[in-house]
């Protein structure tokens, strides 16, 4: 091998010259990140994963908070809630809540969203109009929508009975679970609209102007600039909306209280009413873990669609 000719004499010192000792850092250096992760850590351990175990190991319990006793009965809770139907019903009933409130919220919230960001003044009261309904208080919201849904006198009633024969929507079984849906989409559309305006703020300028000069119109700009740099939002806002849908209980509680029929008794509820009113842990347990895995397949399609985007816009 040959040997290294450098004529630069502060180069050849600098070749010449042996690195420094690799400085072992300190312990407090060391400790830093865990001292500053562990109270998170902590938090998520004692009221995230220590719940979620408690849940599992009580879905195969006969507990009697009365009486203060506990029993194992195997998978007894499982084969009970659905033998007696009502967990199917629940599962049931909340995906067609899902299927009324997340399509619509999505489609009118980037709609609203589109209007709003294509206003020249005033943008900031409608952004704070249609973020009203989100830090409102759905309890008492939906106490102001039951009245508005009352029979033969609510707004709704005198607005829409003439028109349509539709009345008294909330003791109707085929109504009840849609006067609840609308609910939904009224607080849900303002979510979604926040989330897409904050979508259409990072939409390259200088490629809607660049298609502007090619002659592209309204909608070519919107289909083949916009629409794909809002793909991780719309993922992110369909997956949040979802899980919302797959909580829903205050609207529930408030206005049918999963009646009639059970037309409204989604899984919220159903945990509410098994754990709850009814004193049965386990049954409740058994729901919760339902919901739970609802939970979990849809946050993995929200991490395998991310990532699949991701990938797709680095190409």
Known sequence: MSDVVVDDPLRAQAVLTPLPPFARPSIGHRAAPYA????????????????????????????????????????ANFRKAISHGELLNSLKVTFLYILLTVPPSMVFGLLAALAIHALKRGAGFWRAVYFLPVAATLVAMSIVWRWMFLANKGVVDLALERWTGLSDWLNSPALALPAVAIVGNWQQIGFVAILYLAGLASVPKHVLEAARVDGAGAWSRFWHVTWPSLGPTTVFAGIISSIGALRVFDTIATMTAGGPSQRTETLAYLMWQRGIYFFDIGGGAVVALVLLALALVATAIQRRMTARLERAGSR
């Open 36 to 75: 500053l992760v562990g109270p998170l850590m902590l938090f998520l351990a004692v009221f995230t994963l220590l719940p979620s175990a408690l849940i599992l190991v009580f879905s195969f319990f006969n507990i009697d908070i009365l009486a203060g006793t506990y029993r194992f009965i195997g998978l």
